[in-house]
């Protein structure tokens, strides 16, 4: 089983620029935070956080923050989660910033995950 999608979450402060500043920001309050956390316990894995464990790894960049794209002030909100069967088998995840460089993007971004089947 693989979950994907704009799940409005940023499970960890290392998923948020200034985390300090967005505590009681709906993708990162802490009830929002832990109805993931009940999610991923019911044995799915964050394949993303697997290959990219550092921070300033983001998935959607708020266009009312000026510059937010060019200064990485940004959240990782959409998820890759998988079966521990299948996360064993995930050779890589990232975001793909290349699509915002489009004509007219979204505000988010492809979030990419290889499997070796």
Excluded at 59 to 74: H, M, P, Q, T
Excluded at 98 to 103: A, Y
């Amino acid at each position: 089983l693989v979950l994907v999608g704009d799940l409005n979450v940023a499970p960890t402060d290392i998923d948020v620029t200034h985390p300090e500043n967005k505590r009681d920001h709906v993708c990162f309050h802490e009830d929002v935070r832990e109805a993931f956390r009940s999610l991923c316990s019911t044995g799915l894995v964050d394949v993303f956080r697997k290959h990219r464990p550092g921070e300033g790894e983001f998935s959607f960049w708020d266009y009312r923050v000026k510059g937010a794209l060019e200064r990485n002030i940004g959240w990782r909100i959409d998820h890759i989660l998988a079966t521990v069967p299948l996360a064993d088998r995930s050779v890589d995840s990232y975001s793909d910033r290349e699509p915002r460089s489009w004509e007219k993007p979204s505000d988010h971004t492809v979030v990419v995950a290889e499997f070796e089947i």
